[in-house]
């Protein structure tokens, strides 16, 4: 199996993630074994190329800790940054499935001829 650019991708994105969740939960062993977690999920997601996945993560784990930053300080950056990775992945999964759901509308909203119709052509 060859690494691809999305695998390291994931395997930072969640490992970072994991190691954000494993400091709140504040012991050094809690930090290894969730970094651990973080880095087999994402390292497992990149090969399935989740790169859209792992950038809204990104994006919700830097809102999330500026966030918390701002409103209780520098203490709460940790819980705010994994917090708001964890709603950026939601999010990202479920804005994934828009076009999805768009094309589906699309393709029932054109209606079939009639069986009859189809005989005779």
Known sequence: MRVTLDMLFGAAVFGVVGAAIGYYLGTATSIVIAAAI??????????????????SIV???????ALAGLISGAGAVPLGAASGGAMGGFLGVQMGMLPELWRQSRHSATPEPPVSDRENS
């Not at 994006?59 to 800790?65: D, L, Q, R, T, V």
């Open 59 to 65: 994006c919700g784990a830097m809102i999330g800790g």
């Open 38 to 55: 973080g880095l087999t999920f994402g390292f497992l997601i990149g090969i399935l190329g989740g790169r859209q996945f792992f950038v």
